[in-house]
């Protein structure tokens, strides 16, 4: 009815009822006086919440207004992390019951712009130190504290030029997303949840041909109108030290077989760079000094360059890739007078600053048995044929050594076989038995012809036939035995035996010279020959011509004369 009516009989909270107050909070009416009274207050209008509070995410309630009365929400809740663009809110109310006069101020609506505040970060790690040319290994790290979602962010790996050959993954934790994987430096959009992570594992393959700081740098974007807290961790760098190894290995081959003293020897020296990492490689190959006119050609392969050729020992460096080699050929002439194992030794070195990691394999070297390879030949020639066993001179044999290489011929000997018991007089040989004679000779050079004058007395009588076989022979390869024998057959015959003998000394003459020829008349037989006709004539190409005599032991002739030569001489045995 509009008022309240309350009756006391007894103090009630002390004092007068001189003060009343309505607490509408409470709805509690608090009273005071001593009583008995009865008090009369107007009613102020009624208004209370159905429910004090709520936790659902929309406020859906009801509520009781009195006249002019009110009611306060406070609604608080958290903007969706990934909420974009503006923020609308709007509250409608309506009457429970009855009508309301003016329903266009039921509904209000309150709005503003999102703003986006991701706390992004990106760390990097790893190796301290690599070598060139092999596989490097990052972990990069995404994170994002929020509040906001960071949506399309862009992850960028800085890749220095040093890396290539590219192999990335990324894993998001629940919620983030960002690409599975690619095989270029990674630079793609992700989304990243507050508290989410992108964990990605980058690897590369560092240049053969690079030593230093490799430097490698990821830096995370934020999405457009996006503010970050601290955008200092939005840059993460790693610094890895990045060494060369190259792993340079050598293998040798001699291309010649056998090796035969006296001819061209040839090797192949392969160099080949098992990496990982390019090195500047020294070459070298000492060769033997019993090669003599030495010289090299070289062919690089597979990036590899060297010098086309050279003359006596190889010796460069070059600049090699991993993977790729040279093949250097290298060679001379043998000595003709080498003689046992023939060595040589090639080895290949990694210049600094580049290391090799298994320095065994840098040289090689090979051993080969010389070979003595020659081919002597005998010549027999009896310069007196017939001879008279009864000469007062002994019987000349004149041997000729020869030898067409290629090597020298060691320990040569020569052996002669006589048809009966001789004499050895002179020849500087030996003679084991009557009818053999050894004579043991020096080496003998290619291309060397030698002449072992022999002379014999004690010889079988005349008539007859005097047949001497000869065998040379030498302790190395012979490549002709059938050179090696000679033999020779003389008639021996009693009688006069002259020879004679016209040289002047020379192979030519010059106009208006003087010229002296020497005319030799000798009796090897066992008769003398007290008659003998002499003649010489005279070329009309000779002017003035002058001749003397000069007999030794009991033989005669004119002492002198002019023009052609026409005398009788006495010429006994000797």
């Given at each position: 009815?509009?008022?309240?009516?309350?009756?006391?009989t007894?103090p009630?909270?002390?004092g007068?009822?001189?003060?009343q107050?309505q607490?509408?909070?409470?709805?509690?009416?608090?009273?005071?006086?001593?009583?008995?009274?009865?008090?009369?207050f107007?009613?102020?209008?009624?208004?209370?919440?159905?429910?004090a509070?709520?936790?659902?995410?929309?406020?859906v309630?009801?509520?009781?207004?009195?006249?002019?009365g009110r009611?306060d929400?406070d609604f608080?809740?958290?903007?969706?992390?990934?909420a974009?663009?503006?923020?609308e809110n709007t509250v409608?109310?309506?009457?429970?019951?009855?009508?309301d006069?003016?329903?266009g101020?039921?509904?209000s609506?309150?709005?503003?712009?999102?703003?986006?505040?991701s706390?992004?970060?990106v760390?990097k790690t790893g190796p301290?130190?690599?070598?060139?040319g092999t596989?490097?290994?990052?972990s990069i790290?995404v994170t994002n504290a929020g509040?906001?979602?960071?949506?399309g962010?862009?992850?960028?790996?800085?890749?220095?030029a040093?890396?290539?050959?590219?192999?990335?993954?990324?894993?998001?934790?629940?919620?983030?997303t960002?690409?599975a994987?690619?095989t270029?430096?990674p630079d793609?959009?992700a989304?990243?949840?507050?508290?989410?992570?992108?964990?990605?594992?980058?690897?590369?393959?560092?240049?053969?041909a690079?030593?230093?700081d490799l430097i490698?740098?990821v830096?995370?974007t934020?999405?457009?109108?996006?503010t970050?807290?601290?955008?200092?961790?939005?840059?993460?760098e790693?610094?890895?030290?990045v060494?060369?190894?190259?792993?340079v290995?050598?293998?040798?081959?001699?291309?010649?077989?056998?090796v035969?003293a006296?001819l061209p020897?040839?090797?192949?020296?392969a160099v080949f760079?098992?990496?990982p990492?390019?090195?500047?490689v020294?070459?070298?190959?000492t060769?033997p000094a019993?090669?003599?006119a030495?010289g090299?050609?070289c062919?690089?392969?597979d990036?590899?360059?060297c010098?086309?050729?050279g003359?006596g020992?190889?010796d460069?460096?070059?600049t090699?890739?991993p993977g790729s080699?040279?093949?250097l050929?290298?060679?001379?002439?043998?000595?003709p007078?080498?003689?046992?194992?023939?060595v040589?030794?090639a080895?290949a070195?990694v210049?600094a600053?580049?290391?090799?990691p298994?320095?065994?394999?840098d040289?090689a070297?090979?051993?080969d048995p010389?070979v003595?390879?020659s081919?002597?030949a005998?010549?027999?020639d009896?310069?007196?044929?017939?001879?008279?066993?009864?000469?007062?001179?002994d019987?000349?044999?004149?041997?000729?050594?020869?030898n067409?290489?290629p090597?020298?011929?060691?320990?040569?000997?020569?052996?002669?076989?006589?048809?009966?018991?001789?004499?050895?007089a002179s020849?500087?040989?030996?003679?084991?038995t009557g009818d053999?004679v050894?004579c043991?000779?020096?080496?003998?050079a290619p291309?060397?012809?030698?002449?072992?004058?022999l002379a014999?007395?004690g010889?079988?009588?005349?008539?007859?036939?005097?047949?001497?076989?000869?065998l040379?022979?030498t302790?190395?390869?012979d490549?002709n035995?059938?050179?090696?024998?000679?033999?020779?057959s003389?008639?021996?015959l009693?009688?006069?035996?002259?020879v004679v003998e016209l040289?002047?000394?020379?192979t030519?003459?010059?106009?208006d010279e003087?010229?002296?020829?020497?005319?030799d008349?000798?009796n090897?037989?066992?008769?003398d020959?007290p008659?003998?006709?002499?003649?010489?004539?005279?070329?009309?190409?000779?002017l003035g011509?002058?001749?003397t005599c000069v007999a030794d032991?009991s033989a005669a002739?004119?002492?002198?004369?002019?023009?052609?030569?026409t005398d009788?001489a006495?010429?006994p045995s000797?």
């Amino acid at each position: 009815d509009g008022s309240l009516e309350f009756w006391f009989t007894q103090p009630i909270g002390g004092g007068l009822p001189a003060t009343q107050l309505q607490n509408a909070p409470t709805q509690h009416l608090l009273v005071g006086g001593d009583g008995p009274d009865l008090l009369r207050f107007d009613e102020l209008a009624l208004s209370r919440c159905a429910a004090a509070e709520g936790t659902a995410d929309e406020l859906v309630t009801t509520v009781d207004l009195g006249v002019n009365g009110r009611s306060d929400y406070d609604f608080t809740a958290t903007v969706h992390p990934s909420a974009r663009g503006t923020l609308e809110n709007t509250v409608t109310v309506a009457p429970g019951s009855g009508a309301d006069p003016d329903p266009g101020n039921n509904s209000s609506t309150v709005s503003g712009p999102i703003t986006v505040v991701s706390d992004i970060g990106v760390t990097k790690t790893g190796p301290a130190d690599a070598v060139a040319g092999t596989v490097i290994t990052y972990s990069i790290v995404v994170t994002n504290a929020g509040p906001s979602d960071a949506l399309g962010i862009r992850v960028a790996d800085l890749a220095p030029a040093e890396l290539s050959g590219f192999d990335w993954t990324c894993t998001p934790t629940l919620g983030s997303t960002c690409p599975a994987s690619g095989t270029t430096a990674p630079d793609f959009t992700a989304d990243v949840l507050v508290g989410g992570q992108l964990d990605i594992t980058l690897q590369a393959l560092i240049d053969p041909a690079f030593i230093g700081d490799l430097i490698n740098v990821v830096l995370l974007t934020p999405e457009a109108g996006a503010t970050d807290p601290t955008p200092g961790d939005q840059r993460a760098e790693w610094i890895t030290t990045v060494r060369a190894e190259a792993d340079v290995s050598t293998t040798k081959d001699t291309l010649t077989d056998p090796v035969v003293a006296g001819l061209p020897v040839s090797y192949l020296v392969a160099v080949f760079n098992g990496g990982p990492s390019q090195a500047d490689v020294r070459v070298t190959d000492t060769l033997p000094a019993v090669l003599t006119a030495t010289g090299w050609t070289c062919i690089g392969f597979d990036g590899a360059t060297c010098p086309g050729s050279g003359s006596g020992n190889p010796d460069f460096t070059i600049t090699m890739p991993p993977g790729s080699s040279i093949e250097l050929t290298v060679g001379g002439d043998l000595a003709p007078d080498a003689t046992g194992s023939l060595v040589n030794t090639a080895s290949a070195s990694v210049q600094a600053p580049a290391t090799d990691p298994v320095p065994g394999n840098d040289g090689a070297s090979v051993t080969d048995p010389i070979v003595i390879r020659s081919d002597i030949a005998l010549a027999l020639d009896d310069p007196l044929d017939p001879f008279d066993p009864g000469s007062p001179f002994d019987f000349p044999l004149v041997a000729t050594l020869s030898n067409a290489g290629p090597s020298v011929a060691p320990d040569v000997v020569l052996d002669l076989d006589a048809s009966a018991n001789v004499t050895l007089a002179s020849g500087g040989c030996v003679q084991p038995t009557g009818d053999t004679v050894t004579c043991q000779q020096a080496p003998l050079a290619p291309g060397e012809v030698r002449t072992v004058a022999l002379a014999f007395t004690g010889l079988p009588p005349a008539p007859g036939t005097l047949v001497i076989d000869g065998l040379v022979s030498t302790s190395g390869e012979d490549l002709n035995l059938a050179d090696n024998a000679a033999s020779t057959s003389t008639e021996l015959l009693s009688g006069v035996d002259l020879v004679v003998e016209l040289d002047n000394g020379r192979t030519w003459l010059s106009p208006d010279e003087i010229a002296t020829w020497t005319l030799d008349i000798r009796n090897y037989g066992s008769v003398d020959a007290p008659v003998v006709d002499v003649s010489a004539g005279v070329p009309v190409e000779l002017l003035g011509a002058t001749w003397t005599c000069v007999a030794d032991g009991s033989a005669a002739c004119a002492a002198s004369g002019n023009g052609s030569i026409t005398d009788t001489a006495d010429i006994p045995s000797g």
